[in-house]
């Protein structure tokens, strides 16, 4: 990745232990709420995270990886076969195009995303992806009272429900991290996700 990273902007973060902290294990924090064999996508994947890192740590699901610049989906593509990973994929596309995509739309039981967007742009991403059922796991920084508030109505329209929320810190350090949990509790409406662009220009507010 830190050789990568001379060519292309996947991380600002190049000191190897603050990597290992603030990529690895911030990624692994998610792992607990995925169940068994589940077909999972993370949405704004960038240099991998949290999808690598949970692929390496549970080879029993099937991840799927989503980014809007090619340049990360070839990294990607490389670190997935240097590792000979198997059940795993990269696709370039923009979350609001595989939304719409028959293949993509509602087949997953856990949608994943973490410092991607604000929360209420975020989960018109995430939701239409989501099987009714499964999980969309938003993984975010602190302070994030008026982001929960603000996207209550977009959550209502996609057709989630806020299952639960879980704040801590990393281990050994203060730097704070939410994570929260939404269940998908019937179909998005076709509408959903709109074109590509509006989320995050016309938030649902």
């Known amino acids: 990745m830190l050789e990568w990273n001379e060519k292309i902007n996947l991380t600002a973060i190049t000191e190897p232990d603050e990597i290992i902290l603030k990529h690895f294990i911030d990624s692994f924090t998610i792992e607990k709420y995925i169940e068994k064999s589940s077909k999972v996508i993370d949405v704004?994947?960038?240099?991998?995270?949290?999808?690598?890192?949970?692929k390496i740590i549970r080879p029993d699901i099937e991840m799927t990886l989503v980014d809007s610049l090619q340049k990360r989906i070839t990294f990607l593509e490389e670190i997935i076969n240097k590792l000979g990973m198997t059940q795993i994929s990269a696709i370039h596309a923009r979350a609001e195009e595989i939304g719409k995509d028959e293949n993509h739309r509602e087949k997953y039981d856990c949608v994943t995303s973490r410092a991607v967007a604000n929360l209420t742009t975020l989960v018109e991403y995430m939701i239409p992806l989501c099987k009714i059922k499964g999980k969309?796991?938003?993984?975010?920084?602190?302070?994030?009272?008026?982001?929960?508030?603000?996207?209550?109505?977009?959550?209502?329209?996609?057709?989630?429900?806020i299952e639960n929320t879980e704040s801590f810190t990393l281990p050994q350090t203060d730097i704070a991290r939410n994570i929260i949990i939404i269940e998908k509790e019937k179909s998005t409406p076709k509408q959903y996700p709109r074109k590509a662009g509006t989320p995050a220009k016309q938030p649902l507010v």
């Not at 704004?44 to 949970?54: D, K, M, V």
């Not at 969309?136 to 429900?161: F, H, R, V």
């Open 44 to 54: 704004g994947t960038g240099a991998g995270f949290p999808g690598i890192p949970l």
């Open 136 to 161: 969309t796991i938003c993984m975010k920084g602190s302070n994030i009272a008026d982001e929960l508030e603000e996207a209550q109505k977009a959550i209502k329209i996609l057709e989630g429900k």
